[in-house]
Nanobody
Framework: QVQSVESGGGSVQAGGSLRLSCAASGATRNINCIGWFRQAPGKEREGVAGFFLDESRTLYADSVKGRFTISRDKARNMVYLQMNALKPEDTAMYYC???????????????????WGQGTQVTVSS
């Protein structure tokens, strides 16, 4: 089973930046994508960004497009989410997950991902 561990969250003021890290380990069979998701209190988990492991396509949610960037360090088996120009509405617990994706839109679909870590909290104050 694939496991993921998120880190890098914290508290920042609006307009600030954070870089989240995701370390994935375990069996990788059938895994072809990595996604970042977030869940705010009282809200459903939503997809933020995702990409295919062959780096053919990346998809961002409209709410973060132009502000967030997902990247990967193959040598370290790490995935990152660079978050710039943060807004109070970005406040949430952030999760990464390896998944099995079919089609670009599935990159930020919950149905593509089944293994979740503990998450890392991001709090943005106004």
């Amino acid at each position: 089973q694939v496991q993921s561990v998120e880190s890098g969250g914290g508290s920042v003021q609006a307009g600030g930046s954070l870089r989240l890290s995701c370390a994935a380990s375990g069996a990788t069979r059938n895994i072809n994508c990595i996604g970042w998701f977030r869940q705010a209190p009282g809200k459903e988990r939503e997809g933020v960004a995702g990409f295919f492991l062959d780096e053919s396509r990346t998809l961002y949610a409209d709410s973060v497009k132009g502000r967030f960037t997902i990247s990967r360090d193959k040598a370290r088996n790490m995935v990152y989410l660079q978050m710039n120009a943060l807004k109070p509405e970005d406040t949430a617990m952030y999760y990464c997950s390896p998944g099995t994706c079919y089609g670009v839109l599935s990159l930020i679909s919950l149905r593509s991902y089944h293994n979740w870590g503990q998450g890392t909290q991001v709090t943005v104050s106004s």
